[in-house]
């Protein structure tokens, strides 16, 4: 799949959370081509002194309307300074310029009946493609939401309304866990993985993949979960990128099969194959 350069016009800049923003953008081509997992690598308007661009997970996408959305947490002074950028609302502003679709998407096995998908934080944002896509396969999709407090499951409401399309499927309502415990389960979300684990083997139904994108402990202990279950499992790496196109080797993956890039080679990669 082709690279594309593309300028982007800012639609929307809307915070959903705590230092969590969702940004709309206006473009095209990429939205055209882009599949679930992959990012764009972002030149921050505003900050042109610096010259590294920043990687963003594609959270969802509207083909018909040309329009793609990234979700990112405010960290350090790049996200704080895109935190205040105001849309752009006349066709001939600069915008943002895009590197995209970037990366190795999601690859469930093509005949997966059922899927289990855990989103810790913002984690949940490379995952929202993969559930959409699932979901219109008519695939069983379980979902599982950790966050550290209700005001942080920015898109549980979204994750809600996609599963009940897919009730007829068999999709459930997604299993929540909160730090704080003011939503769902209190604590960690990896109980409800492991619950989700042996209910589904219990019940002869047992997954076909595990897909898990969120903080790096939460992958490996999922990692972990589905291979002593026997599936099959994928996780999205976030790694500090420079290029993003896979030249300069800033954002290198231990693996069995030796160093690998996060940005071509991943950022989703086979958790059994990662060295963590």
């Not at 979300?189 to 492991?194: A, G, K, R």
């Not at 083997?201 to 992958?219: F, H, N, R």
Request: hydrophobic share 45%; glycine share 10%; charged share 20%.
């Amino acid at each position: 799949m082709a690279l594309v350069n593309e300028r982007a016009r800012i639609l929307e800049n809307e915070c959903v959370g705590p230092n969590l923003y969702l940004m709309e953008l206006s473009a095209p081509q990429i939205a055209a081509s882009a599949a679930p997992g992959q990012f764009v690598h972002m030149k921050v308007p505003g900050k042109e002194a610096h010259i590294l661009r920043r990687p963003f997970g594609i959270y969802s996408r509207d083909i018909a309307a040309g329009t793609l959305e990234v979700l990112y947490q405010v960290v350090g002074f790049g996200t704080d300074h895109m935190s205040r950028i105001e849309p752009e609302r006349a066709d001939h502003v600069s915008g943002a310029e895009l590197i995209g679709p970037v990366g190795r998407p999601w690859q469930p096995p093509e005949d997966a009946r059922r899927v289990l998908v855990v989103c810790g934080g913002a984690g949940a944002a490379p995952l929202y493609m993969l559930c959409e896509q699932l979901v219109a396969s008519g695939v069983r999709t379980d979902v599982v939401l950790g966050a550290q407090t209700k005001a942080a499951l920015v898109f549980r409401e979204r994750f809600e309304e996609l599963l009940a399309r897919g009730a007829a499927c068999g999709c459930g309502a997604p299993r929540c866990a909160t730090d704080d415990g003011s939503f769902g389960r209190a604590g960690f979300c990896t109980p409800l993985v492991e619950e989700a684990l042996a209910e589904a083997a219990e019940a002869g139904e047992p997954y076909d993949y595990v897909a898990v994108c969120g903080p790096e402990p939460l992958m490996r202990i999922v990692a972990r979960m589905a291979a002593d279950a026997g599936v099959f499992c994928e996780v999205s790496l976030e790694k500090r990128m420079a290029c993003g196109v896979g030249a300069c080797l800033s954002c290198v993956v231990d693996t069995v099969d030796g160093k690998k890039r996060a940005c071509v080679d991943g950022p989703v990669f086979d958790a059994a194959k990662v060295v963590w």
